[in-house]
């Protein structure tokens, strides 16, 4: 059964930063892109950021410059360093492929951005 696990969640100020991470299992992710994505409340869910299987990422444009995503093919894992958070990035995170596969969604890791 395949699972994709986020953690790293919490809250933190408007400025601060927080590191996300996603642990695969139940199938090895090494040679297809992953990415993030995050919803909230009364919002569509949205891209925010994607890595392919050779590394080369790509960002949403709300967040590049800021958000950095990375991955540990060995550990099948992927990260995504959150900087410069802002109020209305408050939402549920989550990693999926990209193009997400809707029964890979997990339960996400709850950010909030709150002074």
């Known amino acids: 059964q395949v699972q994709l696990v986020e953690s790293g969640g919490g809250l933190v100020q408007p400025g601060g930063s927080l590191r996300l991470s996603c642990a695969a299992s139940?199938?090895?992710?090494?040679?297809?892109?992953m990415g993030w994505f995050r919803q909230a409340p009364g919002k569509e869910r949205e891209f925010v950021a994607g890595i392919g299987w050779n590394g080369n990422a790509f960002y949403a444009d709300s967040v590049k410059g800021r958000f950095t995503i990375s991955r540990d093919n060995a550990k099948n894992a992927v990260y995504l360093q959150m900087n410069s958070l802002k109020l209305e990035e408050s939402a549920v995170y989550y990693c999926n492929q990209v193009p997400p596969l809707r029964p890979y969604w997990g339960q996400g890791t709850q950010v909030t951005v709150s002074s």
């Open positions: 139940g199938r090895t992710f090494s040679n297809y892109a």
